[in-house]
C-alpha cells in the first residue's frame, strides 16, 4: 500500500465517520421550515428592557427611536446601564424617561447585568415578568415587545428572538460580503440549530442580544454570575447543568449591527470563539461528571458535548488530507512518479476541497433559505456573492478557534475594537417590516 492509498482510505473513513454522526443533525434540519407553534397572549405581563449601554451615546438614540414605537399596550420600561456617571448616553435615556443604573464596577457585560439586577430592590423585581437584553446599537421591529409577551404564554426560562442585519436597510452601500455573511451565520445558529434544539428541548444557543429571561430564573441565580467573555454561551452550559429551559422564539424580530469589515468581523469572532473555550473548560468537566453519575448521556448533555465534533472532525480530515496530498505530490514530483503525483492533486487535494466546500454551501442555502425573510434586503447579486464567500468564512473559524486557544493558553489580554457604527433608516424597515406573524413564514 502506498502513503496515496493510505491517506485516500484514511480520508473516506474520517467523513464517514463523520457523516454518520451528524446525520441526526441532518435531519433535524427539517425543523428549520416548520412553523413554530403560536400563541397570543391571553393577559398581558410587565417586560423590563436591559441595555448595558456604556459609551453609547452616539447609536443608542436609534433603538430608543424604536422603543418608542412599540404597539405593546401593556407595561414595560427601558433601563439603560451605564459605567460612567458622566456618560452622555445617561442624558438620551433620561429624555425618554429610561431608568439609568450606574454601575462602576464592569469589566464585561455580566457584571453590568448582574450589578442592575442586584440594585432593583425585591418589590421591584416582583413588578416584571421578564427581562429582554438588548444592545445598544440593537432596534425593535414595532412589534418586538408584543410578541416577548405572546412569547411568555410557552413556559420556559429563556427566551431568544429573532436576528436580522440592520446594516444597509435602504442603503446598500453600509453592507458587505462580511456584514452579510455574518447575519447568514445567525439564521446557521437559529433557524437550522435553535429550533432543532427548541423541539427538543435542548438548551438553545443563546445569544446575549435579544435574550428574554423569566423573572424566577434571575431570583434563582441571585442576579447574573456570568462573567466570561461569552456570558450568553455561559448560560447555556449551565442550563445544562441545572436543567433551565429555552425556547426560539422567531416572531419577535430585532435587528442588529453586523461588523461591516474583515477586521472587526474577525476580532468580533475572536472575542466569541475566545470566550467559548473559556466556558467549556469552566463547565464541560462538570457536565461530563453529571452524565457519568447519571450512567447516561441526556440529548441535552450529548449535545452540547459533542454536537459540534463531526463537522470539526470532517473539516479537520478534509484539511489534513490536503496538506498531505500537496507534500506527497511534491514528493512525488521529485521522485519521478508522474502517475501519483497527479492522483494525489485529484483526489487528496482537488476532490475533497471541492467536497467540503459543496457541503458547505449547501449548508449556508439551507440556512438562507430557512431565514429567508431576513435576506430579502439583499439584491440577487448580494445573495449569490454571500453563498459563494460563506464556505470560506466558515472554514476561518478554524485559524481562529486556533489563535484563540493559544492566546487563552498564554493568558494573553483579548482587546477589540468597536465597529463602526452605522444610523438606522426607520422608514425602510417598516416598509419591510411584516407586523402579523401568522401570515409569515417566520
Known amino acids: 500500500m502506498t502513503m496515496f492509498d493510505a491517506f485516500l482510505i484514511a480520508y473516506i473513513v474520517v467523513s464517514a ?12 434540519f427539517c425543523y428549520a421550515f416548520k412553523k413554530p407553534p403560536y400563541k397570543q397572549a391571553a393577559e398581558k405581563r410587565k417586560i423590563g428592557i436591559i441595555v448595558p449601554a456604556r459609551d453609547e451615546s452616539a447609536v443608542i438614540g436609534d433603538l430608543f ?27 438620551l435615556a433620561e429624555a425618554i424617561g429610561a431608568k439609568v ?15 442592575f439586577f442586584k440594585a432593583l430592590t425585591p418589590e421591584q423585581m416582583e413588578s416584571y415578568d421578564a427581562f429582554v437584553i438588548v444592545d445598544a446599537d ?30 444597509g436597510l435602504g442603503d446598500r452601500d453600509k453592507r458587505t460580503v462580511f456584514s452579510n455573511n455574518s447575519a447568514l451565520t445567525w439564521a446557521m445558529l437559529d433557524d437550522l440549530g435553535n429550533r432543532y434544539r427548541t423541539a427538543h428541548d435542548i438548551p438553545l444557543t443563546m445569544c446575549g442580544q435579544g435574550m428574554m429571561v423569566r423573572r424566577a430564573l434571575v431570583v434563582k441565580l441571585g442576579g447574573w454570575p456570568y462573567r466570561t467573555l461569552t456570558e450568553d454561551y455561559e448560560l447555556r452550559l449551565d442550563s445544562v447543568l441545572k436543567g433551565f429551559t429555552s425556547m426560539y422564539w422567531p416572531y419577535a424580530v430585532l435587528y442588529t449591527e453586523e461588523a461591516p469589515s474583515h477586521r472587526d468581523n474577525y476580532n468580533r469572532r475572536m472575542r466569541w470563539l475566545t470566550g467559548y473555550i473559556q466556558c467549556d473548560e469552566k463547565y464541560k468537566k462538570q457536565i461530563k461528571a453529571q452524565a457519568k453519575r447519571r450512567g447516561k448521556m441526556s440529548k441535552a448533555e450529548r449535545d452540547c458535548l459533542y454536537g459540534i465534533y463531526p463537522l470539526a472532525l470532517f473539516a479537520a480530515g478534509t484539511i489534513f488530507t490536503m496538506i498531505a496530498g500537496i507534500v506527497l505530490a511534491v514528493g512525488y514530483a521529485f521522485g519521478g512518479t508522474p502517475d ?7 483526489f487528496l487535494i482537488v476532490v475533497p476541497f471541492v467536497i467540503m466546500y459543496v457541503l458547505l454551501f449547501t449548508y449556508s442555502i439551507l440556512a438562507m433559505s430557512a431565514s429567508w425573510e431576513a435576506f430579502t434586503m439583499l439584491s440577487t447579486g448580494e445573495k449569490a456573492a454571500t ?6 468564512y466558515l472554514l476561518e473559524y478554524i485559524p481562529i478557534y486556533i489563535v484563540g486557544f493559544f492566546r487563552l493558553k498564554r493568558k494573553a489580554k483579548l482587546t477589540w475594537e468597536t465597529s463602526e457604527r452605522q444610523h438606522y433608516d426607520h ?16
Open 17 to 28: 465517520v463523520a457523516v454518520v454522526t451528524y446525520m441526526p443533525r441532518l435531519v433535524g
Open 65 to 91: 427611536a424604536s422603543i418608542a414605537r412599540q404597539d405593546y399596550d401593556g407595561d414595560f420600561d427601558v433601563n439603560v446601564i451605564v459605567k460612567d456617571a458622566n456618560d452622555p448616553t445617561i442624558l
Open 101 to 115: 443604573f450606574v454601575v462602576p464596577d464592569q469589566t464585561c457585560k455580566g457584571d453590568a447585568l448582574d450589578g
Open 138 to 167: 440593537g432596534v425593535l421591529s414595532p412589534s418586538y415587545v408584543r410578541e416577548l409577551n405572546n412569547a411568555l404564554e410557552w413556559n420556559y426560562d429563556i427566551y431568544i428572538t429573532r436576528k436580522y442585519m440592520k446594516n
Open 340 to 346: 501519483l503525483m497527479m492522483k494525489s492533486i485529484l
Open 387 to 392: 453563498l459563494l464567500i460563506s464556505p470560506f
Open 427 to 442: 422608514a425602510a424597515e417598516n416598509a419591510k417590516n411584516t407586523e402579523d406573524p401568522e401570515n409569515t413564514d417566520q
